[in-house]
């Protein structure tokens, strides 16, 4: 786990709390602002200074303001308490820079601080010559700069430690309860069978609810292989195909020794296949064959890859795929099935009636492997038992006697008064 979420959803401060906080900083700062803006307003009117003197002052205030604010910000900054279990980290930069910014601004203060005074006073003395006005125009300056420095370093400091950091351990809690519920569903998809004849609709639900989490813990450049694999998987329940195609190939470039990689490359050849790319489908397939000769679903790339050959004609090498599915695993009733088909394309009548008794031997409500072996044995001229296996076949899906009028495989019997009886 990476995290102990369990105070995760505990507030910082309570909502009573928090209002208080605000309203106190709100009456800080009406209360500093209105005091230190009636004095720089004050002065130069009352020591007849002129609109240059009051333009001078507050921009003098403005800026020891926001200088002091951004100090009393770096001061206030609370440091993160990072667990080195955790598979994502929060971003520390700011409390790095703040670290780095603070020790120089102390170092430097400590160093410079008998010049302080003097570069305060060079500053009144500018302020006097620019307005021609008296030595009191020197104190009055020096007064402003100091006030709003302090008024900013005060108000900054508090505004970050009672309000902004509330407002950021929330967020990273927030965060980390999500980035821990991502690990969670990461644990539940490590112990299912995501392979694509295996998948099911919940875990299709677990997938979506792993990406939704994705989206809101890491950006892409932090993505690992499972994270762009279960995008890929999510992709392709979609009929995204292009998405697919890419997540997978993101995946993959990310590790190829992965204990899914395979996978990923049997969900790049469908899509390819779902996209017409027969040849890339192949291609994928074969880097499974080639280079996972231990993945458990090997029988599938070897399957993918007959239908493929048989979608390009070329029926000899779909027949010769088929064969070495069946010898991975002789109990994937898709493999003899399909055995079959291709062996009836290839004239073994005798060979496809062996590999299609197997198929439903194997799954006996298969209706299409009904339907090719009565095809089989229509070839052999076997009437009793292609109307047989024809008439089993249309028991199991009717929608099949739309299919026995039309194809050329029985077209033999096509004027046979049995078979129009069956398919009426």
């Given at each position: 786990?990476a995290?102990?979420?369990?105070?995760?959803?505990?507030?910082?401060?309570?909502?009573?709390t928090?209002?208080?906080?605000?309203?106190?900083?709100?009456?800080?700062l009406?209360?500093?602002l209105?005091?230190?803006?009636?004095?720089?307003?004050?002065?130069?009117?009352?020591a007849?200074?002129?609109?240059?003197?009051?333009?001078?002052?507050?921009?003098?205030?403005?800026?020891s303001?926001?200088?002091?604010?951004?100090?009393?910000?770096?001061?206030?900054?609370?440091?993160?308490?990072?667990?080195?279990?955790m598979?994502?980290?929060?971003?520390?930069?700011?409390v790095?820079?703040?670290?780095?910014?603070?020790?120089?601004?102390?170092?430097?203060g400590l160093?410079?601080?008998?010049?302080?005074?003097?570069y305060?006073?060079?500053?009144?003395s500018?302020?006097?010559?620019?307005?021609?006005g008296?030595?009191?125009?020197k104190?009055?300056?020096v007064?402003?700069?100091?006030?709003?420095?302090?008024?900013?370093?005060?108000?900054g400091?508090?505004?970050?430690?009672?309000?902004?950091?509330?407002?950021?351990?929330?967020?990273?809690?927030?965060?980390?309860?999500?980035e821990a519920q991502?690990?969670?569903?990461?644990?539940?998809?490590?112990?299912?069978?995501?392979?694509?004849?295996?998948?099911?609709?919940s875990?299709?639900?677990t997938?979506?609810?792993?990406?939704?989490?994705?989206?809101?813990?890491?950006?892409?450049?932090?993505?690992?292989?499972d994270?762009?694999?279960?995008k890929g998987?999510?992709?392709y329940?979609?009929?995204?195909y292009?998405k697919?195609?890419?997540y997978?190939k993101?995946a993959?470039e990310?590790d190829?020794?992965?204990l899914?990689a395979?996978?990923?490359?049997?969900?790049?050849?469908?899509?390819?296949?779902?996209?017409?790319?027969?040849?890339?489908?192949?291609?994928?397939?074969?880097?499974?064959?080639?280079?996972?000769?231990?993945?458990p679903?090997?029988?599938?790339?070897?399957?993918?890859?007959?239908?493929?050959?048989g979608?390009?004609?070329?029926?000899?090498k779909?027949?010769?795929e088929?064969?070495?599915?069946?010898?991975?695993?002789?109990?994937y009733?898709?493999?003899?099935?399909?055995?079959?088909?291709e062996s009836?394309?290839?004239?073994?009548?005798d060979?496809?009636?062996?590999?299609?008794?197997?198929?439903?031997?194997?799954?006996?409500t298969?209706?299409?492997?009904?339907?090719n072996?009565?095809?089989?044995?229509?070839?052999?001229h076997?009437?009793t038992?292609?109307?047989?296996?024809?008439?089993?076949?249309?028991?199991l899906?009717?929608?099949?006697k739309?299919?026995?009028?039309?194809?050329?495989?029985?077209?033999?019997?096509r004027?046979?008064?049995?078979?129009?009886?069956?398919?009426?």
């Amino acid at each position: 786990m990476a995290a102990d979420s369990s105070n995760s959803n505990t507030k910082v401060f309570s909502a009573e709390t928090f209002e208080k906080i605000e309203k106190n900083l709100n009456n800080t700062l009406l209360l500093g602002l209105i005091t230190g803006v009636i004095s720089l307003i004050g002065y130069p009117f009352a020591a007849q200074g002129g609109w240059k003197l009051l333009f001078l002052s507050v921009l003098m205030a403005a800026a020891s303001y926001i200088c002091g604010f951004f100090l009393g910000f770096l001061f206030g900054l609370p440091k993160r308490v990072t667990d080195t279990q955790m598979t994502y980290n929060l971003n520390n930069n700011l409390v790095d820079i703040s670290d780095w910014l603070t020790k120089i601004i102390i170092g430097l203060g400590l160093v410079e601080i008998k010049s302080i005074p003097v570069y305060l006073l060079s500053v009144g003395s500018y302020v006097q010559r620019s307005t021609n006005g008296d030595e009191s125009i020197k104190i009055y300056s020096v007064c402003c700069i100091v006030y709003f420095t302090i008024f900013g370093l005060y108000y900054g400091f508090n505004y970050m430690r009672l309000f902004l950091s509330a407002q950021f351990k929330e967020a990273d809690d927030n965060l980390l309860k999500k980035e821990a519920q991502l690990s969670l569903k990461k644990e539940e998809l490590e112990q299912q069978n995501l392979a694509p004849d295996n998948i099911d609709a919940s875990a299709s639900k677990t997938i979506n609810e792993y990406n939704q989490l994705l989206k809101t813990v890491k950006t892409e450049n932090d993505y690992t292989f499972d994270d762009w694999y279960y995008k890929g998987i999510e992709a392709y329940n979609k009929q995204d195909y292009n998405k697919t195609i890419a997540y997978m190939k993101n995946a993959l470039e990310k590790d190829l020794k992965s204990l899914n990689a395979p996978d990923a490359y049997i969900y790049e050849g469908l899509a390819y296949y779902n996209l017409g790319l027969y040849d890339k489908a192949i291609e994928a397939n074969n880097s499974v064959i080639n280079s996972y000769p231990n993945y458990p679903s090997l029988y599938l790339a070897r399957y993918n890859n007959g239908v493929y050959f048989g979608q390009i004609q070329q029926h000899d090498k779909a027949l010769e795929e088929y064969k070495a599915a069946i010898q991975l695993n002789d109990t994937y009733t898709n493999s003899w099935n399909n055995k079959g088909y291709e062996s009836i394309y290839l004239k073994l009548y005798d060979d496809a009636i062996e590999a299609l008794s197997k198929a439903i031997a194997l799954e006996p409500t298969n209706a299409n492997a009904w339907f090719n072996r009565a095809c089989a044995y229509a070839f052999k001229h076997d009437k009793t038992n292609m109307l047989e296996n024809l008439k089993k076949s249309i028991q199991l899906n009717p929608a099949l006697k739309v299919q026995a009028k039309t194809t050329s495989w029985l077209e033999n019997f096509r004027d046979d008064e049995d078979f129009k009886k069956l398919v009426e």
